[in-house]
């Protein structure tokens, strides 16, 4: 991960590439036993449409946490991407270890993304290994991996090329797929993408339908990996559906939620369009992470989940939400019967900037999976809360503000009801004087400055989901931002929190740095409200 990110500095060339289009894919050969690719979609060997959602995790340096399957089955997952090594950089795991995986998560109902690490970043991390070093291994597993067409896809090697002339990929990634395919591999394949698995320089998406075409079996996958590289929705939505409607499978294979020093990755775009076009998703990482911030639970334990874990495992779009096992697990008939309607919800303890919902309970012919909140605005509606149980907390609302909010049920099998008739909720005006913000220029040069945001919390209970607003006065405009998000309009500017700055604890404080542009003139701002209400200054 640390390589990945550092390898971000060179992304200010980005926005001059002029963005590729994949063309329509044609199903070369036939269809190889267990899941296979068809029409552009991963199937399950009886046709059945699986769309992975789960997570990575870490075996290859963390042998002795294999446990953690059943922790990740627990949350709701049906896949699990783990890391294996082949010898080059790491040592390798043994075809008794990978047989043992295999039958883990085949005991856990998950199906088992295996890919090897070593490749990570070829070209420019001198340490890394090949794809044909990676194909070498795969093929001297082929009697732990023959007759699991069913349960696994063969990831072939993790980010196979750095940031160094990313083009050379394509060559090099085809002819691993030749090698496995003439070694008798059957399996689905999945392939990273270059520029350490983020594509920014397009060579996957415009390589793509070569690369598809030279599998002769047609079972083949791309992956995405989605971290700072992508923090708009345009480029997310873009990426994603230039495959799709070329009928190109893809995936993302890894991504990150939390805001670092080279941006601020647009996870809820990224879950919610892969929701949208039936994509699965994989988030990076269960536990062990050298930097805590992107492990879904610490120490691996499932008890001490973090803010990145609850936002994929229960926020929207999330794994519990939208997660359905692989049927080669059970081999029951799919349920299609949707739970009935929730009833109205009713609100308490209305807050400036939440409220408390509860509605009675829905019944379903197998059982009742969760509830979806979702705030109703004319003829749109906007997913704001996930539950298992009738009753959630809606937060991140903003004070003096009309809402109206309803209920859908869901079942396991992904059926949602029709909607609850709706509540309106109004909130009441945020009290002055419960926080504070300093605010101070950090560095300045011509047409530009850094400036960090000090925001205190002086009340006596946390603030979660704030939304802080203040107004430039000689026309600054936020160029890059950590620690939240801005919006601005004029010299008016907003800024939301990242998850790790959700939540202000009562005496605590967050801070949000950000580059900004300027005139010849640098005025700071003079007044800041924090969900609508007046903050103290200095």
Known sequence: ?????????????????????????????????GLHISNGRLLEGNGNDFVMRGVNHAHTWYPNELGSLADIKAQGANTVRVVLADGHRWTANSASDVANVIAQCKANKLICVLEVHDTTGYGEDTAAGTLDQAADYWIG???VLAGQENYIVINIGNEPWGNTSPEGWTAPTIAAIQKLRAAGFQHTIMVDAPNWGQDWQQVMR????????ADTTGNLIFSIHMYSVFDTA??????LNAF?????????????????????????????TAQQLNLGYLAWSWSGNTDPILDLVLNFDPAQMTSWGQ???????????????????????????????????TASAVTATSANLSWTASTDNVGVAGYDVVRVSGGTETTVAASTTNSVTVSGLTANTAYSFAVYARDAAGNRSTRSAAVSVTTPAAPA????????????????FQGEIALRNTG??????????????????????????????????SVTPASYTNTIPAGGSVTVGFIGSKGTTNTAPTAFTLNGGACATG
Request: one cysteine or more.
């Open 311 to 345: 936002r994929v495992f229960h926020g929207a779009n999330g794994i519990a939400q939208t997660a359905k096992e692989a049927t080669v697990f059970g081999g029951a008939t799919p349920d299609s019967q949707a739970p009935t309607a929730p009833g109205t919800p």
């Open 460 to 493: 006596t209970a946390a603030v979660s989901g704030w939304k802080l607003g203040f107004t430039f006065a000689d026309g600054q405009t936020v160029t890059n931002m950590w620690g939240g998000t801005a919006t601005q309009s004029g010299g008016a500017v």
């Open 234 to 239: 345009a480029e997310i939505t873009d990426y």
């Open 433 to 448: 004087g419960s926080c504070s913000v300093g605010y101070k220029v950090v560095g300045e040069w011509p047409g530009g």
């Open 244 to 272: 799709v409607s070329a009928k190109l499978p893809i995936l993302i294979g890894e991504f990150g939620g939390p805001a670092d020093q080279w941006g601020d990755p647009d996870e809820d775009t990224m879950m919610a």
């Open 206 to 213: 415009t390589n793509a339908q070569s690369v598809y075409n």
């Open 1 to 33: 991960m640390v390589a990945r990110l550092a390898a971000l500095l060179t992304l200010l060339v980005v926005g001059v590439l002029a963005p590729a289009t994949a063309h329509a894919a044609e199903e070369p050969g036939a269809q190889a036993v």
């Open 141 to 143: 597993l082929k009697d």
